[in-house]
């Protein structure tokens, strides 16, 4: 039986395996403003709205209606079905998959503990699993234990979001742009924490890779990715660039993507990231 995998839209995907997946979009809220993630708004579009609003975007998880869709497509043609959800601790959608998969069979739903990245990697491991020839239950369950060593760290550029989603006061914001303080988030256990703060760009890459470290380094022989939020990758580029050292004898080249929505409006632009399994 094939095995069809399917993701929700805040999981942040490179190109190629973009073509393998299935999308079920969560809707983006600005204001009164209502977008449709990755149909009628791209992460261009987000980042470009982001910086002119006043008040952080919302979103709201697909509907148990949109993953029954996916499930009856997947039916007619003798699939079994994978779901990857973005953190419970974060939306909705797992508990919407829950629902709808209780009325088919063959459809096992994940709770990724993770987001973006994160979810991306997960993602790609899934389909080396099942492109191996493990069957479902064997690739679900190796996915169950693996999900539990990714690591996403984050360096933030601007305290700006992190004040607009009530996570920092307006006094901490405002000293910590004059001291030009980087906040280095994570997600841990499923919520998206701050985990250390650095005085510039150089010591906050610094201490990224200090925080890759800390959890006992990159398994490499795992998927590795990289992201950035914002319209341009150029501080990506220049981290890449600076912490070489992390890299050169694994990976030929860092592959990277935009991040989208979930970590984005808490970040903002110009925030960096790596998503790792952790040895």
């Known amino acids: 039986m094939n095995i069809r995998v399917i993701v929700d839209s805040t999981a942040d995907i490179t190109v190629e395996y973009k073509k393998r997946v299935n999308f079920v979009p969560l809707t983006i809220h600005f204001g009164e403003e209502e977008y ?3 149909i009628d708004i791209d992460h261009t579009t987000f980042y470009q709205k982001l910086v002119e609003t006043a008040v952080l975007p919302s979103t709201s998880q ?17 699939e079994a079905c994978i779901v990857l959800t973005l953190s419970s601790k974060l939306s909705g959608t797992y508990q919407s998959a829950i629902i709808a998969a209780r009325d088919y069979e063959n459809v096992y739903v994940i709770d990724t503990e993770t987001a973006a990245i994160g979810a991306g990697i997960l993602t790609e491991l899934a389909f080396r699993y099942i492109d191996q020839g493990l069957d479902i239950k064997e690739v679900v369950e190796k996915i169950e234990v693996e999900k539990k060593k990714i690591v996403i760290v984050a360096l933030v550029d601007t305290l700006e979001y992190l004040h607009k989603g009530g996570r920092l006061s307006k006094s901490v914001t405002v000293a910590g742009a004059i001291l030009n303080i980087k906040p280095v988030l994570s997600v841990i ?10 005085m510039g760009s150089k010591r906050g890459n610094n201490m990224l890779m200090q925080q890759i470290e800390k959890v ?3 398994d490499f022989s795992k998927p590795v990715l990289l992201g950035y939020t914002g319209l341009s990758d150029a501080l990506l580029l220049k981290y890449i660039e600076d912490s070489r050292a992390i890299w050169e004898n694994d ?7 935009t991040i989208g929505s979930v970590i ?8 960096i990231a790596v998503a790792f399994f952790k040895k």
């Open 36 to 38: 449709t993630d990755g």
């Open 62 to 78: 697909p509907n148990p209606e949109a993953f029954a869709n996916e499930f009856e497509k997947a039916k007619k043609l003798n």
């Open 189 to 198: 256990s499923g919520d998206i924490e701050a985990v250390g703060k650095a």
């Open 216 to 218: 006992g380094g990159i």
């Open 251 to 257: 990976l030929e080249k860092p592959r990277h993507v």
């Open 264 to 271: 984005g409006t808490h970040a903002g632009p110009g925030a």
